[in-house]
């Protein structure tokens, strides 16, 4: 079986191919057989496209960005033609997944895609207009190339905070706001889900057993609080703007700033850009919103790029500690994406708070890049993991679920 995953962005096009066979599905990623990804974001209109391939082939291509089909449609031929052929032609393609944001109230789970479910997609595009019509361009876009009989399978952001308690999800305002779906939905569920599985895989106990914070920090951020195997709370709210201070994003906020920016005259669209594309990192450093070069300017004695910081840090903290007064305790604390993976300093500084629950971490093990490893001590009641998240894995396991078959990475 090959399954084909497609994880759309408003400004790129990650995707990846995998070859199982039948037998047992593992919980760990494969590693897939042709990985692709298309930027729309460095040159206007211009694609840049990259391929690379299990056995080491690599692409590198400037295209003229028309449209997402075309370019798509492009990036396939890599598969079956070329140094980067790893298949014989696209009909060997059995399934393909898809990222989609939003499933709204209506999806609390994947779903094979329908004419019902494309309609819903689009509507819920109201509540994530950059991320949503993406993403149902990307089927639209299969759809033409491999036509309407290959099975297609959204795998929503949403759906696995789709089973929060009504406390954790309802707004305190008025109630037809409510029933109209103004909510907190939570995103990143797809990584959420992955590794708190990957953790009850790593820890050797079940899942439904644990009490998990998941730490997923990258550009976007955003915790989640899992009991039993199902998100309890979350970080992110009715859009991704909300919670945690993020690369562009100003995170939770008083209400009051967007009243006085309109009284200002500032429109709508200007606020949604100061939100959500020029505050957190970048906004309050006014450097870069990506961690690395944050430190960087810290180690140079910057004293913005230290504001910056310390602000994500106490946000953080005091998220991770709502989480876990949610939870009733916790058992693990998860760190995943690109900067939990990698900011070494952040992870200390994050556990240094809460070693009055006798957490502790082992600095040897922090500070060498761990990947999916345990890095507190022996004796920490809490375990501190850092797990590389699989996203387009986690999808590939929901298309095998939803189409009925059982397996594992064949050998190549």
Not at 98 to 120: C, F, M, N, P, Q
Not at 132 to 139: F, R, V
Not at 365 to 370: G, L, S
């Amino acid at each position: 079986m090959k399954i084909l995953v497609l994880n759309a962005g408003s400004s790129s096009q990650k995707s990846c191919l995998y070859s199982l066979k039948e037998e047992a599905l593992p919980v760990q990623s494969p590693k897939p057989i042709w990985e692709a990804q298309i930027d729309w974001s460095h040159h206007e209109g211009v694609a840049e496209l990259k391929v690379k391939t299990i056995h080491g082939a690599v692409l590198k291509e400037e295209l003229n960005a028309q449209s997402r089909q075309e370019t798509v449609e492009y990036m396939l031929k890599s598969l079956w033609q070329g140094e980067t052929k790893v298949i014989d032609s696209l009909a060997e393609i059995d399934c393909v997944g898809h990222r989609v944001v939003h499933g709204g109230d209506k999806y609390k789970e994947s779903s094979l895609i329908t004419k019902e479910v494309k309609e819903a997609i689009a509507d819920f595009a109201k509540f994530a207009p950059v991320h949503n019509p993406a993403n149902l361009q990307g089927i639209e876009a299969i759809e033409q190339i491999l036509g309407e009989k290959v099975a297609q399978v959204a795998v929503f952001d949403t759906a696995f905070h789709a089973k929060m308690p009504e406390a954790a999800i309802v707004y305190a305002l008025p109630y037809e706001f409510y029933e109209h779906g103004i909510r907190r939905y939570g995103f990143h569920g797809i990584s959420h889900q992955y590794v708190s599985q990957r953790a009850a895989q790593l820890l050797g106990k079940d899942l439904t057993s644990l009490k998990l914070v998941t730490c997923h920090l990258g550009n976007g951020c955003s915790l989640a609080a899992v009991k039993n195997g199902h998100s309890i709370d979350t970080t992110m709210g009715f859009t991704p703007t909300a919670g945690l201070m993020m690369g562009t994003r100003s995170g939770d906020i008083d209400p009051g700033i967007i009243i006085d920016l309109l009284r200002r005259g500032h429109t709508g669209e200007q606020i949604d850009d100061i939100f959500n594309r020029r505050s957190g990192f970048l906004g309050l450093s006014g450097i870069s919103a990506d961690m690395r070069k944050i430190e960087e300017a810290i180690a140079q004695g910057n004293t913005r790029a230290q504001l910056a910081y310390n602000v994500y840090l106490h946000i953080l903290r005091s998220f991770i500690g709502a989480m876990i007064a949610s939870l009733g305790g916790v058992d693990a604390l998860v760190f995943t994406a690109g900067v939990g993976e990698n900011a070494a300093n952040l992870r200390a500084d994050v556990c240094a708070s809460f070693e009055f629950l006798g957490l502790k971490i082992d600095e040897e093990k922090n500070n060498h890049r761990p990947v999916d490893q345990d890095i507190s001590t022996p004796d920490s009641p809490v375990k501190v993991l850092v797990i590389h998240t699989q996203e387009d894995w986690a999808i590939a396991q929901e298309c095998v679920r939803l189409t009925q078959l059982s397996v594992i990475p064949s050998p190549l």
